[in-house]
């Protein structure tokens, strides 16, 4: 059974950074294409990032480029999406998700497995 669970969300002002992880049970990340989706109040669950299961290389909505960082550590089975320079905007529940396929792809639909999800608020 595979298990995704998200930690390290919080309140935080605009500006700060937070670090968010997702631990992993059931699933070897380091061959899995794995993928931050976020949903603010009254809107869809929308793309976030993406890191490939193939050849590590990294996918990003341009409303985060240059300021969120994806990663994984395969040692300890766990991914991490390293938010800097946030802005209110960025108020969301993110999710963890993984995808069977190697490709790195920005819709929720092409992703089979979900954490519960980890609350960031960022005030102004």
């Known amino acids: 059974q595979v298990q995704l669970v998200e930690s390290g969300g919080g309140l935080v002002q605009a500006g700060d950074s937070l670090r968010l992880s997702c631990a992993v049970s059931?699933?070897?990340?380091?061959?899995?294409?794995m993928g931050w989706f976020r949903q603010a109040p009254g809107k869809e669950r929308e793309f976030v990032a993406a890191?490939?299961?193939?050849?590590?290389?990294?996918y990003y909505a341009d409303s985060v480029k240059g300021r969120f960082t994806i990663s994984r550590d395969n040692a300890k089975n766990t991914m991490y999406l390293q938010m800097n320079s946030l802005k209110p905007e960025d108020t969301a529940v993110y999710y963890c998700?993984?995808?069977?396929?190697?490709?790195?792809?920005?819709?929720?639909?092409?992703?089979?497995?979900w954490g519960q999800g980890t609350q960031v608020t960022v005030s102004s």
């Open positions: 890191i490939s299961g193939s050849d590590d290389s990294t």
């Open positions: 998700a993984a995808r069977n396929g190697f490709a790195l792809r920005p819709t929720r639909y092409d992703y089979n497995y």
């Open positions: 059931g699933r070897t990340i380091s061959r899995s294409t």
